[in-house]
C-alpha cells in the first residue's frame, strides 16, 4: 500500500533524555564529533540505519532503549554535559566579542542571504558547491560568534537526486521533504501561531509565507517556505524546486528570499529580541532584491526620498560575486520585472519604490534585459569576488559599470573562499594533528603533528583510502543494481578498487567549463595508467548535471560508459548522486584532488580544499583558489594553454599535460617507497600541504577577512548615514545630485608636465604637473584633481601607475610634484574625481573626467 501523504511524528523522549532533542536539532552536532558519539551510543544498530542523523534516530529508538538509559546514570551525567557544553558553546564569548572589545564599530548583527545552504545532507537545501560554502560560512561565524542571522528559501524537493540508466544517461528524482521530519522548527509568535510574511503580487493578489528555523549552533538559519494554505495554487508552489522552472518561477523564487527575506528578519528579530542587522551580506545576485525591500522601509518609515535611501542601504550591504561565465549570471526580461514590480501605477509590492528607478539598478547592455548582478553591485557599496583571480576577472569584467576607470581601480575586491575545517577534515586527522583551527589565530598551519611520524601519517592517510574503497564498493553495487543489473551478476563489485592503489579524485558540478572529461581525452594513454602493471591509479569520479543541460548529460554518460568497460571497470568508477555524504569519503581517502577547469572560469573551487585538509595533493590547473595557494611543493599545477583560442588544441595540450604529470610526476612519487614501505618524498608533500594551507583554506580566516575587511567597514559606513536622523544619507544624496548636473560642465583645459626645466627627465627625479580645471560650479573641495604618471605604450594606455592629488593654488589652477617610476616611454594625464567623506572610493559613483 502506498500513504496518501508522508508525515512525520515527532518522537516523545523520557523526561530525563529530553536535552536529548535540542543536541539533535542543533546542528552543531554536524560538526561536533562528541555529540555524534552520544547519539551514537544511544543504539548503535538504529544510529547506524539512519546514517548518522540525530532527528531520524530519536524516531527509531523503541520505547524499551529509552526507559533503560532513562534510567542509565552515566548516560545520563554524558547527556548533562553534552547540554552543558552547547549552551557554553552558544552563550560564551567568542573571537568576535573580543574582537568588539578591541576596535569600534562591528556591526550588532548582520544578515546573511542565500539561494541555497548546504549545511548537512540531513537537511537537503542545496545544490553545490555556492550552498556549501554558505553552510560552512554560517559554521564559522558560528564558530567566531558573529552576531549573524541568514535567510533563504526551503524547498519541497530539495534539489535532484541522480541516478543513472542502463546506457549511463543521467536520471532525476525529487524526492519530497517533510519539514517536520527535519531539524527545522516553525517560527510561532507566542500563542502558537506561525508567523507569516507578507508580499504583494500583481493584480492584487498576496504571497504568504511561513518561516522556518535551522538551528547553525549560534546562528539562526531563516528559511522561508510559501506552501502555506491560503495561498493560491500557483503560489503556494514557488518554494517547490531549487533552480527548477521557468524565469517567471524564478523571479518569484527571487522576490521571495529578498523582499520576504528582509520581512522575516525583521519578525525574527522583533520576535526573539535580538539586535536588527545593521549590515547585509547578499551571497550572489539571487538574493539582491533584499536591496529594495530596504529602500522602501527607508522611505515609508524615515521619510527619505529614494536617493536618499539608495545612499543609506549600500553603505550597509556587502555583495559577493560567484561567477565569472557571464553566462552564469543571472537575468530576467525587463518586461518580466516591470510585471512585478509594477508597471508605473500604484503596485503592491514595493510601494513608494518607483519602478524605472528599480529597472535603472539592473539595467545593462541589451535594454531589454535585467541583470541581478548588476543590481547587486548598484546596490552594494562593498562587493567582493571569491578569490584574488577571479577578483581580477571580476573588474574587468564588470568594468563597464565604472566607465573611464583602470579595471584595476573598479571596487570589486576579494576575499578567498574557505572550507569549515571542523566539518571537512576526517576525525581521526584532527585528533592526529590537533584542531588546525588553532593556527588560523597564529597565521600557521597544524604544526601540532611535527613529532608525528611519517610512517604514522601514512597510516592514517592508508586508513582513510580503505575506507573511501568500502564506500566505492558499496556505491558501485547500489548502483548497478539500481540500473537494472541483479545481484548474481555483481560479484564483481566487491573488488573494485584497492587500497594500496595511488586514488584520484574528481567530483564537481558539470558545466561545460569544468571539463569532466578531458581525462578521456586519449583513452588509451589513460588506460595505460589504470592499468599500469606496477604503478595503476584509480579514478573515482562523480557529479550532477542541471537537469535542462543535455550536454553535461552527454558528458557523464561518457564518462560512465569509459567506465563500463569489462578492463577498466575495477578501476575507474563513476558514482552517481554526488552530494555532502558522499563528498565527505572522496576528500578524507582521495591521494590527489583533480581540478581541470578551463582557466579562469573557476571563481574559486573549494572541494580541493577540503581535500588537502586530510593530506590530499591537489593537481590543478592554476585557476581559482589554486592559483593564490599553490606554491610548488604542495602538489601540481597543470600548466595551461591560455592563449590558445581553437578550444579542441587547448583541451589536447592541457589534456597531454595532464597525462605526462601524472605519469612522470605524480605515480612515480606515490610508488617510491623506503624500506618500511613509506613513500618518504610523498610524504614531505602531504606534510607540506597540512602544515601550509591549513589554516588558509579555512572558513573561519575567510570569514575573519569579511568582518574587518566587509562588515566592519559597511557597518561604519552605515552609521554614518544614519546618524542625525540620516543627515548623511541626505548630504551623499544630495552630493551626487550636485555632481550629476556640474558634471558635464568640468573641463581640463590644458595641463604641463616638467622636469626641473630638464627636456628628458630621468628615474627619480620629480616632476611637476600642472593643469587648469573648470570645475562647472563644484567647490573645490568637493572634487580630487589627480596627476597621473606611468608608463605608456605606443597607443598612450598608462599602465604601472603613480597618482598624486593635485594642489589647489587659486582660481583654476592645480599643481603636484610626483617622482617619476620608471624608466622608458612614459606618460601622465590629469583627471578629476568626486570627493566625498561617505565614498568608499573615489571610483564608486563611475565617475571620472579625463584630459585630453
Ligand atoms: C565542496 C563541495 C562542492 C564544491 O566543490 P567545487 O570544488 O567548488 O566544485 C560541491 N558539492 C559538494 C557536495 C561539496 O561538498
Known amino acids: ?93 567568542r573571537w568576535y ?63 535532484f537526486g541522480q541516478a543513472l540508466s542502463r546506457d549511463g544517461w543521467q536520471l532525476e528524482h525529487y524526492p519530497v521533504i517533510d519539514p517536520r521530519g527535519l531539524p527545522l522548527d516553525l517560527v510561532t509568535d507566542p500563542s502558537g501561531a506561525p508567523i507569516l510574511v507578507h508580499v504583494g503580487m500583481p493584480r492584487g493578489r498576496v504571497l504568504r509565507a511561513k518561516i522556518w528555523r535551522a538551528q547553525v549552533g549560534r546562528i539562526p538559519l531563516l528559511l522561508l517556505d510559501s506552501d502555506v494554505e491560503g495561498n493560491d495554487p500557483d503560489l503556494r508552489g514557488i518554494t517547490d524546486r531549487l533552480y527548477g522552472g521557468d524565469q517567471d518561477h524564478r523571479i518569484k523564487q527571487e522576490i521571495l528570499a529578498g523582499v520576504g527575506g528582509v520581512r522575516a528578519v525583521r519578525a525574527y528579530c522583533g520576535l526573539v529580541g535580538t539586535t536588527q542587522p545593521e549590515v547585509f551580506h547578499t551571497n550572489e545576485g539571487h538574493a539582491g532584491f533584499l536591496g ?294 572522496l576528500y578524507w581517502g582521495c591521494d590527489v584532488w583533480l581540478n581541470n577547469p578551463l582557466r579562469p572560469l573557476e571563481a574559486c573551487g573549494t572541494s580541493g580544499m577540503k581535500s588537502a585538509l586530510n593530506g590530499g595533493l591537489n593537481l590543478s590547473i592554476r585557476d581559482g583558489w589554486w592559483d593564490e595557494f599553490y606554491d610548488g611543493r604542495n602538489g601540481w599545477a597543470i600548466p595551461t594553454a591560455d592563449g590558445v583560442t581553437d578550444p579542441v588544441r587547448r583541451d589536447d595540450l592541457e589534456s597531454q599535460a595532464l597525462y605526462g604529470l601524472l605519469e612522470s610526476g605524480v605515480t612515480p612519487l606515490f610508488y617510491e617507497r623506503g624500506t618500511d614501505g613509506v613513500p618518504q618524498r610523498w610524504m614531505s608533500m602531504v606534510r607540506h600541504t597540512l602544515a601550509g594551507l591549513g589554516s588558509k583554506v579555512q572558513a573561519s580566516r575567510m570569514v575573519r577577512e569579511y568582518v574587518e575587511s566587509c562588515y566592519l567597514p559597511a557597518a561604519r559606513a552605515a552609521s554614518a548615514m544614519r546618524a542625525d536622523g540620516y543627515q548623511g544619507a541626505r548630504e551623499l544624496a544630495g552630493y551626487r545630485a550636485r555632481l550629476q548636473a556640474a558634471w558635464p560642465h568640468i573641463r581640463i583645459v590644458d595641463s604641463t608636465l616638467t622636469a626641473d626645466g630638464e627636456p628628458a627627465p630621468s628615474l627619480g627625479t620629480p616632476a611637476t604637473v600642472r593643469a587648469r580645471v573648470e570645475l562647472g560650479g563644484l567647490d573645490p573641495a568637493e572634487v580630487d584633481v589627480q596627476a597621473v604618471v606611468g608608463r605608456a605604450d605606443e597607443a598612450g594606455e598608462l599602465s604601472d601607475v603613480v597618482t598624486r592629488s593635485m594642489d589647489h593654488l587659486g582660481g583654476v589652477d592645480y599643481r603636484a610634484e610626483v617622482p617619476l617610476p620608471h624608466a622608458g616611454p612614459s606618460g601622465y594625464t590629469v583627471r578629476v574625481l568626486p570627493r566625498h567623506r561617505l565614498l568608499s572610493t573615489p571610483a564608486e559613483f563611475g565617475r571620472v573626467v579625463l584630459a585630453d
Open 1 to 93: 500500500m502506498r500513504a496518501v501523504r508522508r508525515f512525520t511524528v515527532r518522537a516523545q523522549l523520557p523526561r530525563p533524555l529530553a536535552a536529548l532533542s535540542t543536541l539533535a536539532t542543533n546542528l552543531r552536532w554536524t560538526w561536533h564529533p562528541p555529540t555524534q558519539d552520544l547519539f551514537a551510543e544511544v543504539d548503535p544498530q538504529a544510529w547506524a540505519r539512519v546514517k548518522g542523523d540525530p532527528l531520524r534516530l530519536l524516531g527509531e529508538v523503541s520505547v524499551e532503549r529509552w526507559n533503560v538509559l532513562a534510567e542509565d546514570d552515566d548516560f545520563l551525567a554524558r547527556v548533562a554535559a553534552a547540554e552543558d557544553d552547547l549552551a557554553r558553546y552558544c552563550d560564551d564569548d
Open 97 to 159: 566579542q573580543r574582537r568588539a572589545g578591541e576596535i569600534e564599530g562591528l556591526p550588532a548583527g548582520i544578515g546573511y542571504f542565500s539561494m541555497e545552504f548546504g549545511v548537512t545532507e540531513a537537511l537537503p537545501n542545496y545544490s553545490g558547491g555556492l550552498g556549501v560554502l554558505a553552510g560552512d560560512h554560517l559554521k564559522a561565524a558560528s564558530d567566531l560568534g558573529l552576531p549573524l542571522v541568514a535567510v533563504g528559501l526551503l524547498y519541497r524537493a530539495g534539489y
Open 292 to 585: 529594495l525591500e530596504r529602500v522602501r522601509e527607508l522611505v515609508a518609515g524615515d521619510g527619505l526620498d529614494f536617493d536618499q535611501a539608495l545612499a543609506s542601504v549600500r553603505a550597509g550591504t556587502v555583495f559577493t560575486t560567484h561567477t565569472p561565465v557571464p553566462a552564469g549570471i543571472d537575468r530576467f526580461p525587463v518586461d518580466l520585472v516591470r510585471h512585478y514590480f509594477g508597471d508605473g501605477h500604484e503596485q503592491d509590492l514595493l510601494p513608494g519604490v518607483p519602478t524605472h528607478r528599480v529597472l535603472a539598478l539592473g539595467a545593462e547592455d541589451n535594454a531589454n534585459m535585467f541583470n541581478m548582478a548588476n543590481m547587486g553591485l548598484r546596490l552594494a557599496q562593498r562587493a567582493n569576488g571569491v578569490s584574488a583571480l577571479h577578483g581580477e576577472v571580476s573588474r574587468k569584467m564588470f568594468r563597464g559599470l565604472w566607465p573611464g576607470f583602470d579595471s584595476a581601480e573598479v571596487p570589486i575586491t576579494s576575499v578567498t573562499n574557505g572550507v569549515h575545517g571542523p566539518t571537512w577534515s576526517s576525525r581521526e586527522m584532527i585528533d592526529l594533528l590537533g584542531d588546525p583551527e588553532q593556527g588560523v589565530e597564529h597565521g600557521e598551519g597544524a604544526h601540532g603533528f611535527e613529532p608525528v611520524s611519517d610512517a604514522r601519517l601514512w597510516e592514517l592517510r592508508s586508513t582513510l583510502r580503505g575506507r573511501l574503497v568500502d564506500e566505492v564498493r558499496r556505491r558501485v553495487r547500489a548502483a548497478w543494481i539500481e540500473r537494472g543489473a541483479a545481484e548474481l551478476e555483481l560479484d564483481w563489485t566487491d573488488s573494485v578498487f584497492d587500497p594500496e592503489i595511488l586514488t584520484i579524485g574528481f567530483a564537481r558540478r558539470v558545466p561545460t567549463y569544468k571539463r569532466l572529461t578531458l581525462m578521456l581525452r586519449d583513452q588509451d594513454r589513460l588506460r595505460k595508467l589504470l592499468l599500469d602493471p606496477k604503478r595503476p591509479v584509480q579514478l573515482v569520479v562523480a557529479g550532477k548535471s542541471h537537469p535542462a543541460d543535455d550536454g553535461g548529460k552527454a558528458l557523464i554518460q561518457q564518462i560512465v560508459r569509459f567506465a563500463d568497460e569489462a578492463d577498466v571497470r575495477h578501476r575507474i568508477v563513476f558514482l552517481p548522486d554526488y552530494d555532502m555524504s558522499m563528498a565527505r569519503y
